[in-house]
């Protein structure tokens, strides 16, 4: 059992949040029947809550998300990114599986992202303004173990980058991108406009996306999120 990833930010109210993941890297029947306690202590409060572990049939993430280098300007960047992620998990009660967290150090990443698609109902291709590092031979191996493990796809595209299905059509787009956009669904990022859930961005990509395995309670989808 390890705890990582560690990470603080402030909220609205001047609060610290922290949130930590805790990875169990071997469990046995025996564990299922355990129960552990999780403590916080500080100088002005003292917490604990109880968690047992549960055998979980099928895959463990509801969606993997990958990342792409855009062929425009127009990808999102490290912040749009993270917004976009904080609101499919903490509002839409979507479990994702992240690379930068999920993820333990050391691992080779063709395994440890192949290992991710396994574990995942769905894969989101996002486009993002820096290059991820990960390469297009790297996404053609990804578009084969879909194929083989029939794994459902969504490919967010921005808005200079597809018309007006250019995925399919545009011969600057990567050959590997047009392969896995025919393999699945492709969603259109418009920048401000996309934000609100009351978005024909936000109702395509739920759509498309199967239902969150363990729903939380979310927003009306009248609200609108903006990137601080």
């Given amino acids: 059992m390890q705890e ?3 990470q603080r930010e402030k909220t609205d109210d001047r609060q610290t949040k922290i949130t930590a993941s805790l990875v169990f890297r071997k469990v046995s029947e025996a564990n299922l029947s355990n129960e552990y306690i999780c403590k916080l202590e500080s100088t002005s409060l003292s917490s604990n809550v109880t968690i047992s572990l549960v055998r979980r049939n099928g895959k463990s993430y509801d969606a993997y998300i ?6 425009t300007e127009t990808g999102l960047d490290e912040k749009q990114r993270r917004w976009l992620e904080k609101v499919l998990e903490e509002e839409l009660g979507y479990n994702l599986c992240l690379y930068d967290r999920d ?11 192949l290992g991710c698609v396994e574990q995942s109902r769905t894969v989101v291709l996002i486009p993002i303004s820096q290059d991820p590092g990960e390469g297009f031979g790297l996404l053609s191996a990804i578009h084969t173990a879909l194929v083989e493990r029939q794994t459902r796809l969504v490919l967010i595209n921005t808005e200079l980058n597809v018309t007006p299905h250019p995925s ?9 991108l047009r392969l896995l956009a025919k393999a699945g669904h492709s969603v259109t990022w ?4 996309s934000q609100p859930l009351s978005s024909s961005f936000w109702k395509l990509l739920r759509y498309h996306l199967p239902a969150p395995q363990h729903l939380r309670s979310v927003i009306t989808p009248t ?6």
């Fill in 4 to 6: 990582k990833d560690v």
């Fill in 66 to 71: 990958m990342c792409y280098k855009s062929d």
């Fill in 103 to 113: 993820v333990s150090p050391g691992e080779a990443v063709a395994e440890a992202v």
């Fill in 168 to 176: 399919l059509h545009d011969s600057t787009f990567p050959e590997v």
């Fill in 190 to 193: 418009r920048g401000p406009s």
């Fill in 223 to 228: 609200d609108i999120y903006s990137i601080c």
